[in-house]
T-cell receptor, first 111, second 114 residues
């Protein structure tokens, strides 16, 4: 079975700090990769996605992610976080019709 | 306009009861999904329907039965509710099945079984 690992379960940062959240997957074939964000009490929203092409993808709200095929990774980054970035972040990998979400990383940004 | 809507938002019920959660999308998408998010925020796909046909049925107890009267609706019926069914259930939709499509999520239904 495929798996998606998010090793950072809970991250606490001060405003303006840089963020990097890890995401690794186990599937060796063609994958489509997503990062979703879930703000407190809200539904999941798409931050960014990678299908092909430039492995560095930019999403909404200043987020970006880099696909490194050799490392089976798709880490999420933001150079300077804000208090409003406090949320749960989910990495997702899709192969064919199979969907796999990571266990999520809870980010708390302290003003 | 709400793209993916779910009712009810909260559902509190006793063990052994039967309940349904409704989902509707107005995006014209062909594929709809149900996910279960447990207390640890782990998100797991339960079902996927493409044009009213089931295309994914993960290891879910047969007490859970999805019903899709048309491609804009995917309802989830749960029989004989158990304590372990307590979770947040999210409906989602995408334009078609397969990985090239962003999924749009509903607001979730928080189910509490007492």
């Amino acid at each position: 079975a495929q798996s998606v690992s998010q090793h950072n379960h809970h991250v606490i940062l001060s405003e303006a700090a840089s963020l990097e959240l890890g995401c690794n997957y186990s599937y060796g074939g063609t994958v489509n990769l997503f990062w979703y964000v879930q703000y407190p009490g809200q539904h999941l929203q798409l931050l960014l996605k990678y299908f092909s092409g430039d492995p560095l993808v930019k999403g909404i709200k200043g987020f970006e992610a880099e696909f490194i095929k050799s490392k089976f990774s798709f880490n999420l980054r933001k150079p300077s976080v804000q208090w409003s970035d406090t949320a749960e972040y989910f990495c997702a990998v899709i192969t064919g019709n199979q969907f796999y979400f990571g266990t999520g990383t809870s980010l708390t940004v302290i003003p | 306009d709400t793209a993916v809507s779910q009712t009810p938002k909260y559902l509190v019920t006793q063990m052994g009861n039967d309940k349904s959660i409704k989902c509707e999308q107005n995006l014209g998408h062909d594929t709809m999904y149900w996910y279960k998010q447990d207390s640890k925020k782990f998100l797991k796909i339960m079902f996927s329907y493409n044009n009213k046909e089931l295309i994914i049925n993960e290891t879910v107890p047969n007490r859970f039965s999805p019903k899709s009267p048309d491609k804009a609706h995917l309802n989830l019926h749960i029989n004989s509710l158990e304590l372990g069914d307590s979770a947040v259930y999210f409906c989602a939709s995408s334009q078609t099945s397969g990985g090239y499509n962003e999924q749009f999520f509903g607001p979730g239904t928080r189910l509490t079984v007492l």
